[in-house]
């Protein structure tokens, strides 16, 4: 089968067009065949070698999140049956068997949901790492609830885009933060209440505008860097900060004094503890219901890619350009 393999860890011109066998079935996997992938942040961290820890080994085939059909059902599987449209975040990472770039990938049936009958194969593809991140991040870290204030950091990044829908879903009132009109504009339509440039808007200010300076009741940073600390500084006493970039260096003193509580979200972690598998497909199982509710839809960036040109969708990642996801079509 075709892939876009790596040989070492590299630039974005480091993928190579290859053919490879095609994957064995396993018990308890599904052979799909890929329609479509997307571009995450760790995906660029993996073939950068960032994090080798997590890397898959050489020859590797990137890319975990993935949309498709089911070609063929392993043993013990009673969940998919051949034809049926799946979407996931099921390869890629190590200990997997393999990822996403390719005509075919294997994939563990715990790790996979049915997609919603309302989206695209592109649509599909952009949602199961980013929308994991935030149920994890919002309910069953933060246990964040109807009624309660959130503030959510990054209006039209992958993570923070899905985690206003999901908010807004579970009745809280939502309040997120951009670098621009263009952007504030997209959080108000994604369902945001209220909408905060942060570069004239200090976090004084608009705790004291917001919340008469008593702060959010929840915070979610999908910034990370200096923006934990302003996480930090937006909290409620006794709020909660949930996170999912936080390789950095931190003074928490005000942590300490406002009591808060601190959550970090790193998804990959129950993709390398296998036991944890099924946790993710009952979570996308949910987010399908929540699809076809009609209460949300991943945001695309209008540049769509091929997998011929994944390294050409890694540079455009890395320049900060995008809005919302970038996806890749299978065109093979």
């Not at 989206?119 to 599909?124: C, G, N, Q, S, V």
């Not at 976090?203 to 959010?216: E, P, S």
Request: charged share 20%.
């Amino acid at each position: 089968m075709k892939s876009q393999i790596i040989q070492s860890f590299g630039e974005p011109s480091v993928f190579q067009l290859e053919e490879i066998t095609k994957p064995a079935l396993k018990p308890g996997h599904v052979l799909l065949k890929v329609k479509a992938t997307s571009v995450n942040p760790i995906d660029v961290k993996v073939r950068a070698g960032v994090v080798p820890a997590v890397a898959p080994e050489f020859p590797a085939v990137l890319h975990g999140d993935v949309a498709g059909f089911v070609c063929a059902v392993g043993k013990g599987v009673t969940k998919f049956k051949i034809g049926d449209e799946v979407y996931g975040c099921a390869g890629g990472f190590k200990g997997t068997s393999g990822g996403a770039l390719a005509e075919f990938m294997l994939a563990n049936v715990d790790l996979l949901a049915h997609k919603p009958k309302n989206l695209t194969m592109e649509e599909a593809a952009a949602l199961p790492l980013v929308s994991i991140t935030a149920w994890e991040a919002l309910f069953n870290r933060a246990g964040l609830t109807s009624g309660q204030d959130i503030l959510i950091h990054g209006a039209t990044g992958g993570v923070g885009h899905i985690a206003i829908q999901l908010a807004k879903w579970s009745g809280a009132k939502v309040y997120t933060t951009a670098s621009s009109e263009e952007k504030l504009e997209i959080g108000t339509r994604l369902g945001a209440d209220v909408t905060i440039n942060y570069q004239k808007e200090s976090v004084h200010d608009y705790v004291q505008k917001y919340t008469n300076g008593k702060g959010f009741d929840v915070v979610f940073d999908t910034v990370g860097g200096e923006n934990l600390d302003r996480s930090f500084e937006a909290a409620a006493v006794h709020g909660t900060v949930a996170a999912i970039a936080t390789r950095s260096t931190h003074d928490l003193s005000s942590v300490h004094s406002k009591g808060l509580s601190l959550h970090v979200i790193f998804m990959l972690l129950k993709i390398l503890n296998q036991e944890m598998h099924n946790q993710y497909g009952e979570i996308l199982e949910k987010i399908t219901s929540i699809v076809e509710e009609g209460k949300l839809r991943p945001l695309l960036d209008s540049n769509i890619f091929t997998f011929d040109e994944v390294s050409k969708a890694h540079k455009y990642l890395e320049s900060g350009k995008a809005i919302g996801k970038i996806v890749l079509k299978n065109n093979w």
